[in-house]
């Protein structure tokens, strides 16, 4: 046999830059479909430079990855550990995307809507993700790492870990689960365990991803009220239990293990070039992604492309009203007629007033009644006029809003009464389509209906004009006219109960809060929830 070689810091630096470039170069294989692209990642581009790597360095792979069973009672605590955490993980990603207020930009076929697709998503996550992740970096960083003590072995080595996963807002939320692997690892001396651990996170998050497909209803219990109390209860229960039937580590254990030559150093210029040039890279892709969030990803997005309308037949809509406290305030009713080339929508809605107030913040309406009319192009959803009439806090305030598109921009007449008459004029050289580019053009209250011809499908996404005839502009210090870039995404497929049943739906956002869940069984598709910044539109009954 040949002579046998050891892991240094400098090899392992090398190691992990490596693997830093094939997860960057990953994105060269976006013609993949997507589960089949992960796990080939994991295969090929995070377990097989390790193994490879083991192998020239000749060193005895189980004692050198800690290949050992840590026994029923700690497998099944390190499991507890990834389980208790994944709901933390998840909701505090999901918090931070709402606090800056950022849209990722999704593959088309991330979310499963085959089997067969959600078969491979649960192969992706729960088992490829936990084995190869795992084996690289508790497996064979960890332990050289832990020459330095056990703060660089779980701390250092869990912020490569996070790294390796090259986004800002998942790299935040996972910070708690990758010192747990790096913890649970160290006090077992086991990758099994860690691997348990990883695979308890991981298997609750493919079965949120997977509930389009295999609906078990994990979504509603992982991310209720009571489990968001009781999941940091109960890691913090399992940890001390863990920490307690676990051995405390000996300093002899302490010592570095065969593999790792006595003399290497951390931080000798020699060792720590491979780590620049991956912290470099780190902040590169970072920095776009902090990029996308401050400019918003409606920066990159090309005009939205909605097909022709498909609707031959006048269809009704009847919807439940609910306030922002989920309480049934009013109804609405919407009648869609095609006209040749137009499609023509009149709704109306009756809300009684309310006040709602959840945390710090306060909702209210006076209550009334509200009749909606708008014409838009069957082609490409671009609007053509609209009139709104509001008869509000028992007849006392009346207003009447009307405008129409013309070839030098929007004309708006409004007339509340009591008030005199006001009439607008917005300039198509003042609103996004200044350009002429080719930005359908949207408002708040047709959108729903305006997307129903939208190509449904994960990634879909785009810019248009939202326009709104009467509100507050900054800029000039006065209500009026405005018309601004909004950003549609397709962001995933739901199962929706409403007072109609349950739906399939595609879920839609639209602009900074409003978001149409829409149902695809027939075609168009028909808007069976609809959230507009305030209220939320239930799908009753439709004819």
């Given at each position: 046999m040949g002579e046998r070689r050891k892991s240094t810091f400098r090899t392992i630096h090398i190691l992990f830059l490596l693997v830093l470039l094939l997860q960057i170069a990953n994105a060269f294989l976006l013609w993949l479909p997507q589960y089949v692209r992960l796990?080939?990642?994991?295969?090929?581009f995070v377990f097989l430079p390790a193994y490879l790597y083991l192998r020239l360095t000749r060193e005895p792979f189980r004692e050198r990855v800690r290949w050992t069973w840590p026994g029923w009672k700690i497998a099944a605590l390190s499991l507890l550990i990834g389980m208790a955490l994944y709901p933390l993980a998840a909701v505090s990603g999901s918090v931070l995307q709402q606090l800056l207020g950022y849209s990722p930009v999704l593959l088309d076929d991330i979310i499963p809507t085959t089997a067969l697709m959600?078969?491979?998503?649960?192969?992706?996550y729960a088992v490829m993700a936990p084995l190869c992740e795992e084996f690289l970096f508790r497996g064979v960083l960890q332990p050289v790492y832990e020459r330095r003590g056990p703060a660089w072995g779980v701390g250092f080595v869990g912020g490569l870990f996070v790294i390796f996963h090259l986004s800002l807002l998942q790299g935040i939320s996972i910070i708690p689960l990758a010192l747990a692997l790096g913890f649970v690892n160290y006090r077992t001396r086991s990758l099994p365990a860690s691997i348990l651990t990883h695979f308890g996170a991981n298997a609750l998050a493919a079965l949120v991803l997977t509930?389009?497909?295999f609906p078990l209803g994990a979504p509603g219990v992982l991310f209720s009220a009571p489990a968001?109390?009781?999941?940091?209860?109960v890691a913090l229960l399992a940890l001390i239990a863990f920490t307690r039937i676990t051995r405390r580590v000996s300093p002899e254990a302490d010592a570095p293990p065969s593999a790792v030559l006595p003399e290497a150093r951390a931080f000798a210029m020699s060792a720590v070039w491979p780590l620049l040039i991956a912290g470099l890279l780190y902040v590169v892709v970072i920095g776009a992604e902090i990029y996308t969030i401050v400019s918003g990803p409606g920066l990159f997005a090309a005009p939205l492309a909605l097909p022709t309308a498909e609707w031959e037949d006048a269809v009704q809509w009847q919807y439940e009203i609910?306030?922002?406290?989920?309480?049934v305030v009013g109804d609405g009713e919407c009648l869609l007629t095609p006209e040749g080339a137009l499609i023509d929508l009149a709704c109306t809605s009756t809300v009684r007033a309310y006040e709602v107030q959840i945390g710090n913040s306060f909702w209210s309406s006076a209550g009334g009644e509200r009749r909606d009319h708008f014409r838009w192009r069957a082609d490409d959803g671009s609007l053509i006029s609209g009139q709104t009439v509001m008869d509000l806090q028992d007849?006392?305030?009346h207003a009447d809003i009307g405008w129409t598109t013309g070839a030098d921009g929007i004309h708006v007449q409004i007339n509340v009464r009591g008030e005199p008459e006001r009439v607008f004029a917005?300039?198509?050289?003042?609103t996004p389509l200044a350009d002429g580019a080719a930005l359908p053009l949207l408002t708040d209250y047709a959108a729903p209906w305006q997307l129903a011809a939208l190509d449904l499908r994960m990634g879909t996404w785009g810019q248009t004009t939202r326009f709104h005839p009467f509100m507050w502009r900054p800029a000039t210090q006065d209500n009026g006219p405005v018309a601004e870039q909004w950003l549609v995404m397709v962001t995933g497929r739901e199962k929706i109960t409403t007072p109609a049943g349950e739906f399939q739906a595609w879920k839609v956002a639209f602009g900074n809060h409003q978001t149409v869940w829409l149902d695809d069984s027939v075609t168009p598709a028909r808007p069976v929830r609809f959230f507009n910044g305030v209220e939320t539109w239930a799908l009753k009954q439709n004819h």
């Amino acid at each position: 046999m040949g002579e046998r070689r050891k892991s240094t810091f400098r090899t392992i630096h090398i190691l992990f830059l490596l693997v830093l470039l094939l997860q960057i170069a990953n994105a060269f294989l976006l013609w993949l479909p997507q589960y089949v692209r992960l796990i080939l990642n994991q295969l090929l581009f995070v377990f097989l430079p390790a193994y490879l790597y083991l192998r020239l360095t000749r060193e005895p792979f189980r004692e050198r990855v800690r290949w050992t069973w840590p026994g029923w009672k700690i497998a099944a605590l390190s499991l507890l550990i990834g389980m208790a955490l994944y709901p933390l993980a998840a909701v505090s990603g999901s918090v931070l995307q709402q606090l800056l207020g950022y849209s990722p930009v999704l593959l088309d076929d991330i979310i499963p809507t085959t089997a067969l697709m959600g078969i491979l998503a649960i192969v992706a996550y729960a088992v490829m993700a936990p084995l190869c992740e795992e084996f690289l970096f508790r497996g064979v960083l960890q332990p050289v790492y832990e020459r330095r003590g056990p703060a660089w072995g779980v701390g250092f080595v869990g912020g490569l870990f996070v790294i390796f996963h090259l986004s800002l807002l998942q790299g935040i939320s996972i910070i708690p689960l990758a010192l747990a692997l790096g913890f649970v690892n160290y006090r077992t001396r086991s990758l099994p365990a860690s691997i348990l651990t990883h695979f308890g996170a991981n298997a609750l998050a493919a079965l949120v991803l997977t509930d389009t497909v295999f609906p078990l209803g994990a979504p509603g219990v992982l991310f209720s009220a009571p489990a968001l109390i009781i999941s940091p209860i109960v890691a913090l229960l399992a940890l001390i239990a863990f920490t307690r039937i676990t051995r405390r580590v000996s300093p002899e254990a302490d010592a570095p293990p065969s593999a790792v030559l006595p003399e290497a150093r951390a931080f000798a210029m020699s060792a720590v070039w491979p780590l620049l040039i991956a912290g470099l890279l780190y902040v590169v892709v970072i920095g776009a992604e902090i990029y996308t969030i401050v400019s918003g990803p409606g920066l990159f997005a090309a005009p939205l492309a909605l097909p022709t309308a498909e609707w031959e037949d006048a269809v009704q809509w009847q919807y439940e009203i609910y306030n922002p406290a989920d309480e049934v305030v009013g109804d609405g009713e919407c009648l869609l007629t095609p006209e040749g080339a137009l499609i023509d929508l009149a709704c109306t809605s009756t809300v009684r007033a309310y006040e709602v107030q959840i945390g710090n913040s306060f909702w209210s309406s006076a209550g009334g009644e509200r009749r909606d009319h708008f014409r838009w192009r069957a082609d490409d959803g671009s609007l053509i006029s609209g009139q709104t009439v509001m008869d509000l806090q028992d007849g006392a305030y009346h207003a009447d809003i009307g405008w129409t598109t013309g070839a030098d921009g929007i004309h708006v007449q409004i007339n509340v009464r009591g008030e005199p008459e006001r009439v607008f004029a917005l300039p198509w050289s003042e609103t996004p389509l200044a350009d002429g580019a080719a930005l359908p053009l949207l408002t708040d209250y047709a959108a729903p209906w305006q997307l129903a011809a939208l190509d449904l499908r994960m990634g879909t996404w785009g810019q248009t004009t939202r326009f709104h005839p009467f509100m507050w502009r900054p800029a000039t210090q006065d209500n009026g006219p405005v018309a601004e870039q909004w950003l549609v995404m397709v962001t995933g497929r739901e199962k929706i109960t409403t007072p109609a049943g349950e739906f399939q739906a595609w879920k839609v956002a639209f602009g900074n809060h409003q978001t149409v869940w829409l149902d695809d069984s027939v075609t168009p598709a028909r808007p069976v929830r609809f959230f507009n910044g305030v209220e939320t539109w239930a799908l009753k009954q439709n004819h």
